[in-house]
């Protein structure tokens, strides 16, 4: 049987897994909308806006999970 600490030890892990999960899927979105930007670069303005919006809503998603 495990002890208190040690459950409280193991939830502490997977909270920071959990952590660097996020960390590494924020950095694949960030890669992805770089390199559809550099692809093919927004035309204007409001292109880019839309786009920027975009991933920022992915970024939120990725964040509250």
């Known amino acids: 049987m495990k002890s208190m600490s040690q459950i409280e030890y193991h939830i502490d892990e997977l909270l920071r897994e959990k ?5 590494v899927e924020i950095e694949v979105k960030v890669d992805e909308f770089t390199r559809l930007l550099t692809e093919q670069p ?6 880019l806006k839309r786009i ?8 939120k998603n990725i964040v509250e999970q």
């Open 52 to 59: 920027l919006m975009m991933l920022a809503r992915d970024l």
């Open 42 to 47: 927004a035309k204007d303005e409001e292109e």
């Open 19 to 23: 952590e660097m999960l996020k960390k």
